[in-house]
């Protein structure tokens, strides 16, 4: 099943110049945990170099804070957020084994949908 595009384009947020999207945004659309995602792409960091993805700063993090999934066990993130540009999405699908992942990557494009019809009786 495909992400509604208005959920990608509600977790998109500009960052140092850069439209990026968040470790734990993009861990939700993947339907991974946030840190199954931030090992993967530690696992093969040779695949993300620093147009593709950076460490938010203290002041960026303090600033998407509210917006940031905390975790209730520690009572909030031990770590900044990850912040990953338009050129990593895909990257990303390629290292993450998540069922999700794989089905984003395989899938064909989803044709508009066509309002259905009923003609009336005659």
Do not use: C
Not at 12 to 38: M, S
Not at 89 to 95: D, E, G, K, N, R
Request: charge should be positive; proline fraction near 7%; avoid cysteine.
């Amino acid at each position: 099943m495909a992400v509604p595009a208005e959920r990608i384009l509600h977790a998109i947020r500009v960052l140092r110049g850069e439209r990026v999207l968040l470790d734990a945004d993009l861990a939700a659309l993947y339907e991974v945990e946030t840190r199954v995602l931030v090992q993967a792409v530690k696992r093969n960091r040779d695949r993300f170099p620093a147009d593709f993805m950076f460490q938010l700063s203290e002041a960026e993090r303090t600033g998407s804070k509210s917006q940031t999934v905390i975790s209730s066990s520690w009572g909030g993130r031990r770590s900044a957020p990850y912040a990953f540009t338009e050129l990593s999405v895909a990257m990303l699908s390629s290292v993450l084994s998540g069922e999700r992942a794989i089905r984003e990557l395989m899938a064909p494009p989803v044709p508009a949908k066509k309002p259905i019809g009923f003609r009336p009786k005659r």
